[in-house]
């Protein structure tokens, strides 16, 4: 099949993407494109697929597309899809202070990959989802909320990770296999 193009206008996602898609047994390659297109509100799913079928209709042709929630059981799985405005705004102590008067710190990070064929067809999703905590930021602040999220038995924030060890548990790089799988049969 000829080259996907991935949409998005996050130069670590797309470094991150990269990085998994080319690690696999049968590398995946892909052109990229930055656009900024407008998110809807709703649930991961109904963001996911607004965003992709844009993006194929502004690209005309085939795309994917990727959206990343982080969810806090305390709140019921917000901020979800709306964690870059909260992440903005508040920062990582404000991610924190939130969760102040729960008990559960407990969060997951949830990444919705979206591949859409073209203007006009339906995308198809593949979520990957990676259990954690918040936790007072530690490790560089060089990527979103890293610094504030700590994987279930890791000991360590994502921030804190090297690279290569957040490419094989993270949110991003099980989303990404169930895409490669897709990709593979077709
Ligand atoms: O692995 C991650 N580690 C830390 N932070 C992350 C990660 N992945 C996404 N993030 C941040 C970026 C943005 O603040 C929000 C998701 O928002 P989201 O709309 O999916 O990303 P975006 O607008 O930056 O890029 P895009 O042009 O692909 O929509 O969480
Ligand atoms: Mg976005």
Redesign the pocket.
């Known amino acids: 099949m000829s080259k996907l193009t991935f949409?998005?206008?996050?130069a670590?996602?797309l470094k991150?993407v990269k990085e998994i898609l080319s690690a696999g047994a049968t590398p995946i390659d892909i052109d990229s494109k930055?656009?900024?297109?407008d998110?809807i509100q709703g649930s991961t799913q109904e963001?996911a697929i607004a965003?992709c079928k844009r993006a194929a209709e502004l690209l005309n042709g085939p795309c994917i597309?990727?959206?990343?929630?982080?969810c806090f059981e305390a709140l019921d799985g917000l901020p979800g899809?709306y964690?870059?405005?909260f992440?903005?705004k508040v920062g990582h102590k404000g991610l924190n202070d939130m969760l102040v008067g729960f008990e559960t710190k407990n969060a997951w990070?949830l990444?919705t990959f979206a591949y859409c064929a073209g203007p006009g067809h339906e995308p198809i999703l593949f979520e990957g989802r990676t259990d954690g905590s918040i936790v007072p930021a530690r490790g560089p602040a060089k990527?979103?909320?890293?610094p504030a999220?700590e994987p279930s038995g890791t000991g360590l924030t994502?921030?804190e990770m090297p690279a290569e060890q957040?490419n094989k548990l993270?949110?991003?790089y099980k989303a990404l296999e169930k895409l490669r799988v897709y990709l593979q049969s077709v």
């Open positions: 949409v998005t206008g996050n670590n996602k991150e930055s656009l900024d297109i998110e963001v965003k597309t990727e959206d990343t929630a982080l899809p964690i870059k405005y992440l903005e990070a990444c990527f979103g909320w890293d999220f994502y921030a957040k993270s949110h991003r």
